[in-house]
């Protein structure tokens, strides 16, 4: 075999030995209309809130400060009713949970087929108007006995919670029964029960942490809602103004408009955080990578 005959046959062999290099491919460009549609979304949803802090930094002076910041907590009415609304919020988160975790529950293990009278029965909030509940409340009002009206009617956690627990059971229904359809809910029950726990055990010792994120989703969906509710607070509670009735009454005054925003800031801000940290407990309870070790 001549020399050339070698070279060929050595550049052949090592053609075929070398392994195939990976091709790397190409990142693709964004296309211009995603662009500007991302663009749009920014302005639309940004640019209304830019302008929103930039008016409730102005004073009455006409000047730029934090004064109606500030005047939320240092006017007593203001941080009152605040206080007030995040009351009646937590109260109803807690209530709601309590009701509709356990009946979900039972709706999944022992009777399945009601699922369709709870989806029904847990629309209905949002088929009826809140006004109309607030209406059949005032005439309820009329013609009850005096105990019931001084109980009841007369302090505005007695009269607002139960109305917003009604108002909250189309969100909480709906988180829940997402993280229990996600779960393995008969083993786990059936488990817990084989080893000897009871019912409330496996309620609030088994179920529960499995499926956490859902029902902290519907706590804060229910806070927020509160916090934004008006209508059945200014019909059933004219003496104890909420924190949205604040801002109406301050929105309507000439003097203070901008205190008015910076409240809508305020509670535009809390609700962000609720979120931001339903998506910072999701995350850390989300599904981790196993560590192979050699």
Not at 111 to 136: C, D, N, Q, S, Y
Not at 238 to 259: E, K, R, W
């Amino acid at each position: 075999m001549s020399a050339i005959e070698q070279s060929a046959y050595g550049a052949v062999v090592s053609r075929r030995e070398a392994p195939p290099q990976p091709r790397t491919a190409a990142r693709p460009r964004p296309r211009a209309w995603r662009v500007l549609i991302l663009v749009f979304m920014a302005v639309f949803y940004v640019l209304p809130l830019v302008c929103a802090v930039k008016f409730s930094l102005i004073n009455q002076k006409g000047t730029y400060g934090p004064q109606n910041y500030t005047a939320i907590v240092n006017n007593g009415s203001l941080s009152a009713a605040l206080v007030l609304s995040l009351e009646i919020a937590a109260i109803t988160a807690g209530v709601a949970v309590l009701l509709v975790f356990p009946t979900t529950v039972l709706v999944r293990l022992k009777l399945p087929k009601l699922t369709i009278v709870m989806e029904a029965i847990t629309i209905l909030p949002i088929v009826v108007p809140p006004v109309v509940l607030a209406a059949g409340l005032l005439q309820m009002k009329e013609t009850a006995p005096l105990w019931i009206v001084n109980d009841f009617f007369n302090h505005p956690l007695t009269i607002l919670t139960p109305m917003y627990v009604v108002l909250a059971m189309p969100l909480m229904y709906r988180a829940i029964d997402t993280g229990l359809r996600a779960i393995d809910l008969h083993t786990l029950v059936d488990a817990s029960r084989s080893l000897g726990a009871g019912w409330p055990t496996t309620l609030w010792r088994v179920v529960l942490p499995n499926v956490q994120t859902a029902v902290l989703g519907g706590m804060f969906l229910t806070i927020a809602l509160v916090l934004g509710e008006v209508v059945i607070a200014n019909q059933l509670d004219q003496s104890n103004l909420t924190f949205p009735l604040q801002m109406i009454q301050f929105a309507s005054q000439d003097n203070a408009p901008g205190i008015s925003v910076a409240m809508t800031l305020t509670a535009l801000l809390f609700t962000f955080l609720l979120l931001f940290m339903l998506s910072f407990l999701a995350r850390r309870r989300g599904p981790k990578t196993a560590r192979v070790i050699p």
